[in-house]
């Protein structure tokens, strides 16, 4: 029986396994700069964190999760998993304290510090991870600030809960923790649901999260315009319209990354597997 | 840094993902019943055991070897990574005792005994792996009887390191633990030597090994002439005469899958890893 790191981890190598997953490196797709192998390391190297996460008597999920994105990182592709790894933490956390549903995790965002919050913005310094400008009243917010915002944290009272909240409006990641992570037990719930590999129950359930709702990352490296697009493209894909692999090449080609998207099928997977989907 | 544990499950994890790698379960081919995700999941599990195998005070390693077996199979794939463990275990304690070198893991080799023997055994308990029937003269110490052969082991004395002396001529795994690791370690430099992604340079390293030498898993489950006919395919596609995905197709097809070929590579990435090749 898997742990619930163990969990986790696998979660994060199903998810970048499954394909055609359009505009994200998978098994069959890749960049030069950032390879299907930098997937597999990024895995193995944030376990040790997710463990942390999922001891109920551990650290802070924010340490926790620091840890887990510095053992991320130790690739040369970059960020591969940071938002994965953004719901995974207190997924795992909830999972630990044997409650793993939306009250369940609502209840760890609720119990979340400004410790916790400090952990989040020491985690910018392990990788480079693409994001929005903040609006101009959170300016010594701004995640790349890194541990030089912590001090601003603890001058509001910030918590990590409150952090996401802020960014809600603008990201995917944020609004499942605000939201008491829908969009990831919901993917959990299809991924059991469908027949076949998990592989390619997690390359479907993406294109149609994909199409419910335009990726905050494609929204944030391109524009809105551009994140809509592609929603109505997976729209078209599973009508029948486009060709999954031909919309595939497309993306990457164009370097258009629904990462958001990809992060909350890793997510989902997570629960599935705790719920008692096999391998 | 990647702990010694996770350079032994990335290494079984990268060793999958090289495509392509004729009759290997790869990132592009799998069985209905042995699938890519199978082996994602059989790296997960392996790990707790692969850091009792590298802690140098830790279990003797035929327990350590039997805690990887049991982990890697909680999957429904069946045997995924058992040969890449046997070699991983020692290879591991080599590690953790700060001497990863043929010297270094023959010392682990001499010092084990009936105890670890009798782990051997028991990890075959966890799984159905595809062995050959032993010699007239072994057949109380037929791998198939699991714990029931625990009494002759300890009856003839027979350390791990005799059982593979044993079965040294028939089988290309117990050859390199009577060896020295020559294949292994001859992986991991050319590993380090070439260019290219690491899954790459892996499935380039499969062929070549392939050619050098028949594969022992394959003359079990098929016959010597059959293994050899492989190895001179395996050249014919060094030499350009053959094209590598067209033959991985006809093996996968045929159901003749190199199995040895593929552990020794998983071996080699993991000592390559620990000497420092970058991801």
Redesign the interface.
């Known amino acids: ?2 742990s619930i790191a ?1 969990n986790a ?2 979660a994060l ?2 998810e970048v ?1 499954g394909t055609p997953k359009p505009g994200n490196v998978d ?2 797709r890749e960049y030069a700069d950032l ?4 997937f ?2 990024g895995a ?2 944030a ?1 040790s964190g997710l463990k942390l996460a999922a001891d109920p008597d551990g650290p802070p999920i924010g340490e926790a999760f620091e840890r887990a994105v510095a053992g991320m990182s ?4 970059g960020n591969t998993q940071f938002g994965a790894l953004l719901l995974l933490t207190p997924l795992a956390r909830a999972a630990g304290r044997g409650n793993l549903s939306p009250s369940g995790v609502r209840a760890v965002v609720e119990s979340t510090t400004v410790t916790d919050a400090a952990g989040f913005y020491r985690a910018f310094e392990h990788v480079a991870v693409a994001v929005d400008d903040p609006p101009a009243d959170m300016d010594d917010l701004d995640v790349r600030r890194g541990s030089d915002a912590v001090p601003t944290l603890h001058a509001r009272g910030l918590t990590l809960g409150g952090v996401m909240e802020r960014s809600a409006d603008r990201d995917g990641v944020a609004r499942e923790w605000t939201e008491g992570f829908p969009r990831s037990f919901g993917a959990a719930e299809r991924l059991q649901e469908r027949d076949g ?3 390619d129950r997690a390359a479907r359930v993406f294109l149609e999260l994909l199409a419910d709702e335009p990726d905050t990352f494609v929204a944030i490296n391109h524009d809105e315009a551009t994140a809509e697009r592609v929603s109505e493209r997976a729209r078209a894909v599973l009508t029948g319209e486009e060709d999954a692999d031909a919309l595939a090449e497309e993306l990457i080609e164009r370097e258009i990354n629904p990462g958001t998207t990809a992060d909350i099928v890793a997510a989902g997977l997570f629960v599935a597997l705790e719920e008692g989907l ?2």
């Open positions: 029986m898997r163990q981890e696998l190598l199903l396994a098994r069959e390879r299907f192998e930098h597999l390391a193995v190297g376990r130790d690739q040369r592709g590999s998990v592989a096999e391998i």
